[in-house]
């Protein structure tokens, strides 16, 4: 017996032939639009592409979570305000934002995996430059380096993974999992170096980053995209469920430019030592962690729901920290809640994306939901900033907090058009 599928032919041709025996052939077009041979569905990449791909992160993640807490506490120790930490804190997300805007047509005539080892290359050139001279200069070009680093890795490594043949929502968590191993052993890392000195905190930092190009030159070598011979009008951005992927982008962007920036400061304030200050940024980023891997499994209606509660916990959860900075117990407790929501919307929100579009686009459709990402990740430190002047940081976060929440007004049209129960590789948006 013999039954065979068709894909409609504007999703890009995947045929697959279904044999009594069980065993699934078929073809799916590679980036220049030539098919490729599957042999059975399920099908991985090989292992070696797998352990790459989470070695790199973790190893990334690892650097660029000492650079979280070593950054800010140089700062204060260099005798930097809040209000000039929270704008080079904004420099690196403006610098990540405007990277973030070329990466689509970059992808499409550099693969993937280019941008990775880039950007271990360039996260260690931006620890070195401030471990070795804390002028405002230095840290401007830091951040900067830094920006452009955490564009080109995350980008590249989630594209990476949403062009396998699985889910784009699991290949997604086995990133986010493995780079938050290294956000939560990044801060502890940093706080205990930190007691030492912020700049011998940064050359480790910066040597991690360099050990994190290794695993780049292992990644499975796919072809550059090529865009799709039919394309729908109008802006990526705004077709239904790209538009909920970028929204959870801002809230997880928020969330992560305050937890390198003021949570740190707040923390400082409230006369916590360096180490305890590292141990509580680790409690978001496990939390994270734990966030990432429990939607790696959310289908269906539950797929809203999960958006609009973790929208809801990461902004309350962030406007309590600072009001409970004196507590480490309940400043852990706030910082538990806003990374637990964070790590699902870091997640949810490029695989809602990704699904929802040709699989040619998807390398552009990650890189529209991380431009979202970074602008918010630049705008909630600068918002603080500008609030600083004439009201308390408790109550600047408190607002930065309420904000980014805001997003959940939109959980109702993720609610309807989003359930993950699509096949892969065969949505056209």
């Given at each position: ?124 050139a931006s620890n070195a430059v401030v471990a070795a001279s804390s002028a405002l200069v230095a840290f401007g070009l830091a951040q900067l380096l830094q920006g452009v680093a955490r564009a080109c890795f995350w980008t590249g490594s989630q594209t990476h993974v ?87 982008g801002v809230t997880a962007g928020a969330w992560r430019g305050l937890l390198g920036s003021y949570v740190p400061v707040a923390l400082s304030a409230a006369q916590l030592t360096s180490s305890t200050i590292g141990v509580l940024v680790s409690v978001a980023n ?144």
């Amino acid at each position: 017996m013999l039954r065979i599928a068709v894909a409609p032919p504007s999703c890009g041709a995947l045929r697959q032939t279904t044999l009594a025996t069980g065993e699934v052939h078929g073809t799916r077009p590679d980036a220049g639009g030539r098919p490729v041979q599957r042999s059975r569905v399920g099908t991985r990449r090989p292992s070696r592409d797998v352990v790459a791909t989470a070695g790199g992160a973790v190893l990334f993640a690892l650097a660029l979570g000492v650079a979280t807490v070593a950054l800010p506490l140089l700062a204060i120790a260099a005798g930097y305000n809040g209000i000039e930490i929270g704008i080079l804190a904004a420099l690196s997300a403006l610098s990540q934002m405007s990277t973030r805007l070329v990466l689509g047509p970059v992808m499409r005539v550099f693969p993937e995996w280019i941008l990775v080892l880039a950007a271990g290359l360039l996260l260690a050139a931006s620890n070195a430059v401030v471990a070795a001279s804390s002028a405002l200069v230095a840290f401007g070009l830091a951040q900067l380096l830094q920006g452009v680093a955490r564009a080109c890795f995350w980008t590249g490594s989630q594209t990476h993974v949403v062009r396998g043949d699985g889910p784009a929502v699991r290949g997604l968590a086995v990133v986010n999992l493995a780079s938050s191993v290294g956000l939560v052993a990044g801060p502890v890392l940093a706080g205990m170096l930190t007691e030492r000195s912020p700049q011998l905190a940064l050359g480790a930092g910066a040597g991690v980053a360099l050990v994190a190009c290794i695993p780049a030159l292992f990644l499975h070598r796919l072809p550059p995209f090529a865009l799709p011979d039919e394309r729908p009008a109008g802006r990526l951005w705004r077709r239904p469920g790209v538009d909920g992927g970028c929204w959870a982008g801002v809230t997880a962007g928020a969330w992560r430019g305050l937890l390198g920036s003021y949570v740190p400061v707040a923390l400082s304030a409230a006369q916590l030592t360096s180490s305890t200050i590292g141990v509580l940024v680790s409690v978001a980023n496990t939390a994270s962690l734990a966030g990432s891997g429990v939607v790696a499994r959310v289908r269906g209606a539950w797929v809203g729901w999960s958006y609009a509660v973790a929208t809801v916990a990461t902004g309350v959860a962030t406007a309590a920290v600072a009001m409970f900075a004196g507590s480490p117990w309940a400043a852990g407790a706030a910082l538990a809640v806003s990374g637990l929501g964070a790590g699902v919307l870091q997640t949810v929100g490029p695989a809602m994306a990704a699904e929802a579009v040709h699989p040619q686009e998807r390398g552009e459709v990650i890189a529209v939901t991380g431009t979202f990402r970074a602008g918010a990740l630049f705008a909630a430190p600068l918002a603080v900033a500008a609030m600083l002047p004439v009201v308390p940081l408790t109550l600047a976060m408190a607002t930065a907090g309420a904000v980014i929440a805001l997003p959940v007004l939109t959980a109702r049209r993720v609610h309807r058009t989003v359930t993950f129960d699509r096949p892969a590789h065969q949505s056209c948006g």
